[in-house]
Nanobody, 127 residues
């Protein structure tokens, strides 16, 4: 059975930093075409934040480019998201996800391409 468990969320002031971690069990990160971070505010759609594919290629949402850094350790089955220069608009529940897209690397960071999800970790940024 696959489990993804996020940690590292919390409350910070604008300009601060947080580091999210996602520990996986029941799956090998190297097997999945992409691992990614998503976020969701209540009443809003879940949006892709950053993803790293099997070859190490990385994608970021435009709103976080230059501030967030995603990394993956296949040996440790860990996915990280370093978040710097946080803004109030970054406030959301953050989710780790593994792609189950059978067509290879997902063409975009969209929830429909990801089948395994963690329970989420809350990030709150105050102004």
């Amino acid at each position: 059975q696959v489990h993804l468990v996020e940690s590292g969320g919390g409350s910070v002031q604008a300009g601060g930093s947080l580091r999210l971690s996602c520990a996986g069990s029941g799956l090998a990160y190297a097997r999945y075409s992409m691992m990614a971070w998503f976020r969701q505010d209540p009443g809003k759609q879940r949006e892709g934040v950053a993803g790293v594919d099997r070859s190490g290629r990385i994608r970021y949402a435009g709103s976080v480019k230059g501030r967030f850094t995603i990394s993956k350790d296949n040996a440790e089955n860990t996915l990280l998201l370093q978040m710097n220069s946080l803004r109030p608009e970054d406030t959301a529940m953050y989710y780790c996800a593994a792609s189950v897209y059978t067509g290879g690397v997902p063409p975009k960071l969209a929830p429909e391409y990801f089948g395994y999800w963690g329970q989420g970790t809350q990030v709150t940024v105050s102004s």
